[in-house]
């Protein structure tokens, strides 16, 4: 929750147009948690822009071997909200 709250933050404080979620090895599942979330329960508009995937090669200097780690992006883009309709002609008047 930590995470979605950081992502939503980012969007309506700072007013960013686009957040990028990064994420490597175990956490991966994590960070499509927090995408998925924030899209379809906090922000409506928010999109998801592009995901890239990668391998970083990470030395372990205490059994002196290289191990090869999972990599994710995944950019998370507000669309620019679309102008309301004016209500109808039936929904103006007052029930009486």
Do not use: H
């Amino acid at each position: 929750m930590n995470y979605v709250l950081a992502v939503v933050t980012g969007f309506n404080v700072s007013g960013a147009e686009e957040v990028i979620l990064k994420a490597r090895g175990r956490a991966l599942s994590r960070a499509v948690d927090v995408a998925e979330v924030v899209r379809r329960r906090f922000l409506g508009g928010v999109e998801i822009g592009k995901i890239e995937i990668g391998s970083e090669e990470i030395r372990i200097e205490e059994e002196n071997r290289t191990t090869n780690v999972s990599t994710m992006e995944i950019t998370l883009t507000r669309s620019k909200p679309k102008p309301k309709a004016k209500p109808k002609r039936s929904q103006q008047r007052k029930k009486k």
